[in-house]
Each structure stands twice: as C-alpha cells, then as structure tokens.
C-alpha cells in the first residue's frame, strides 16, 4: 500500500511505502496475580502525604522482585496533577 507524504524542499507529495509493524505480543494464558498497589489513608493525612504514600507505593510496585518488575512508568503526568488534587475528597474521607 503507498500513501502520500510531502517532501520538505518540493512540498509535492512523494510515495512512502508502508510495512506492517511486527509487535512481539504473545498471546497466553492469563492468570491472576493479585492487587498491584494497595495503600490505606486516614483522615489524618495530609493531600501531599497521600500523594507520596501513593506514588512510593507506584514505585515499589516496579522495583525488583514484584509483578511488574524491568517494566516502565511514566509518572509526570502523576507527579504535575499530585499537588492539584484534594486527597480527601478523591478518596472519600470528608466527614459525611
């Protein structure tokens, strides 16, 4: 199959030959392995100490000996949104 593409210098579109992406996925039995993060709060903590607590717990899931371990996360996402949200309320600790 070709598709067009632009050529930076001619702005013509020029054909591009497209190839299958070969991805190394092998399909398998799946088997449960358990919780992957589990974590408890009290109405003591802090948001930035559920933030941590939670993030430490992220972190150690990946570290090695565990379920996920030599895979990545990223966690600039987490780390940009942390500060921002209101533990208690995502959590449901205010008072009734």
Known sequence: MLSACCNERSQRPTAVRQ?????NFK????????????????????????AAEIRKGIVETYSMGNVF?????????????APHLNGYNLLGLQDG
């Not at 190839?19 to 991805?23: D, K, M």
């Not at 399909?27 to 559920?50: A, C, H, M, N, Q």
């Open 19 to 23: 190839r299958r992406i070969a991805r």
């Open 27 to 50: 399909p398998g039995r799946y088997s449960w392995r358990g919780k992957v993060l589990e974590v408890w709060f009290t109405r003591d903590d802090s948001s930035t100490d559920i």
């Open 69 to 81: 371990y030599r895979r990545h996360i990223d966690l600039e996402a987490f780390d940009s949104l």
